[in-house]
């Protein structure tokens, strides 16, 4: 019985809402500084992705990967 009223509590408290609007304006603002960094053929040739035939050739899931893992989450641990 406790238990169940505690999580009510959060529910009227708004916590449930808040926490998911919280998410979601991150993981949009982690994004939109992704894509900054995205086109930065810099960044990637410091991690040994080398450019062939003009272009870097890196897939995104690996910029996504560099990206978080060297910038946003030093950013997460502040927040």
Do not use: D
Not at 1 to 25: P, S
Not at 36 to 58: C, D, H, I, K, M
Request: charged letters at 10%; glycine letters at 8%; hydrophobic letters at 50%.
């Amino acid at each position: 019985m406790a238990i169940l009223g505690h999580e009510i509590g959060h529910w009227k408290l708004w916590h449930t809402i808040e926490g998911f609007v919280i998410f979601h304006v991150s993981i949009f603002m982690m994004f939109l500084c992704f894509s900054y960094t995205q086109n930065a053929p810099n960044l990637y040739e410091s991690f040994g992705f080398a450019r062939s035939n003009g272009s870097l050739g890196v897939p995104v899931f690996v910029e996504l990967m560099l990206f978080i893992q060297t910038f946003w989450t030093p950013v997460e641990k502040v927040g």
